[in-house]
C-alpha cells in the first residue's frame, strides 16, 4: 500500500475513509508511514463520498434500460472513452467495467478524481512563449508531447518548446457528472 501511494499508482485521496485497515502485525515503519499519509488525506478537499452514497442507495438495477444507457455512453462518455468498439480512446477502455461494481462505477464516475491511475493524471505545461496547455500528456515517438484536453480535442507539442511541466493527481475527467447526471 505504501509502495502504491509513494510511486503514485495509488491517489492519496482514495485513502479517504479507509481508517483501521492496518493489520496488528503491520512492521512500525509501514505504520509510521501510512500514519504520515492519514495526516495528509485529513488535510484533502472534501470529496464526493456523500453523493456517491446517496446516488447507490437510490440506485435500481432492475430498472435500468439498456436502451437509456447507450444514448447517455454517446452523449457524456464517448466523447472520451470507448465501449463496445464505440467512441474514442482517450481516458480508460470501458469494456468490462461492469465488474468493478455499482460501488466501484459510481466513485469513479461521480468523484473521478479519487483514485486515478497515473496514466490518466493530468498536465500543465507552460511553453515559452507563455502559453499555458492543459490535458492528458502522450509521449510521442519524436520526443514531442501530444496533449488532450476536456473537449478531446489533441494538441502535439514539441519537447523543446516546454518552459515547465507540473503534473496533477486529478483526472482529465470532469468532475461535475452529479450534477448533470440524474
Do not use: W, Y
Not at 510511486?7 to 515503519?29: Q, T
Not at 453523493?51 to 447517455?72: C, F, T
Not at 461494481?101 to 507552460?126: M, Q, W, Y
Not at 507539442?157 to 448533470?180: C, G, T
Request: charged share 30%; aromatic share 2%.
Amino acid at each position: 500500500l505504501v509502495q502504491l501511494l509513494d510511486n503514485g499508482k495509488l491517489s492519496l485521496a482514495a485513502m479517504r475513509g479507509r481508517d483501521g485497515l492496518l493489520p496488528e502485525s503491520c512492521p512500525a515503519d509501514v505504520r509510521a508511514r501510512l500514519m504520515e499519509l492519514a495526516k495528509q488525506v485529513s488535510q484533502l478537499p472534501e470529496d464526493n463520498t456523500k453523493i456517491v452514497q446517496e446516488r447507490l442507495a437510490k440506485l435500481n438495477l432492475e430498472s435500468a434500460s439498456l436502451d437509456q444507457g447507450k444514448l447517455l455512453f454517446e452523449k457524456s462518455c464517448a466523447l472520451c472513452h470507448q465501449l463496445g468498439g464505440k467512441g474514442t480512446l482517450i481516458g480508460p477502455q470501458l469494456d468490462g467495467a461492469g465488474r468493478r461494481g455499482a460501488e466501484r462505477l459510481c466513485e469513479d464516475i461521480l468523484d473521478p478524481h479519487r483514485n486515478v491511475d497515473k496514466a490518466f493524471r493530468t498536465s500543465t505545461l507552460l511553453l515559452q512563449d507563455d502559453k499555458i496547455v492543459n490535458g492528458l500528456v502522450r509521449e510521442q515517438a519524436d520526443g514531442s508531447l501530444q496533449v488532450v484536453g476536456q473537449d478531446g480535442k489533441a494538441t502535439i507539442v514539441a519537447a523543446d518548446v516546454i518552459d515547465q511541466r507540473r503534473d496533477s493527481e486529478k483526472s482529465l475527467m470532469p468532475d461535475n457528472f452529479a450534477e448533470l447526471l440524474n
